[in-house]
């Protein structure tokens, strides 16, 4: 097989890549247990790369009084992990 058929283009940064880049805030708990970090983190976006060029930025749509943008933009991720 080819490598151009193993590799596709979509994940690879451009020169431009810095708009391809998310931004976003929040807040986070995190557990240090020595062995293992447990963390759980609350964000919002600010900026998302996916959207077109009028939508990217979300200041404008920021209402965290209504449940659908709630369920659609508030992000939560729970990790567990080594600590390095």
Do not use: C
């Not at 810095?18 to 900026?47: E, M, S, V, W």
């Not at 930025?57 to 659908?68: T, V």
């Amino acid at each position: 097989m080819k490598d151009s058929l193993l590799y596709s283009t979509a994940g690879q940064l451009s020169k431009d890549f810095l708009k391809q880049i998310a931004l976003d805030a929040g807040t986070g708990l995190r557990f240090d247990l020595t062995l293992l970090i447990i963390r759980l983190d609350l964000g919002i976006p600010f900026y998302k790369p996916y959207l077109t060029s009028r939508e990217r930025w979300i200041f404008h749509d920021f209402n965290m009084g209504d449940p659908d943008w709630r369920k659609e933009n508030l992000v939560l991720n729970f990790a567990i992990g080594y600590p390095f």
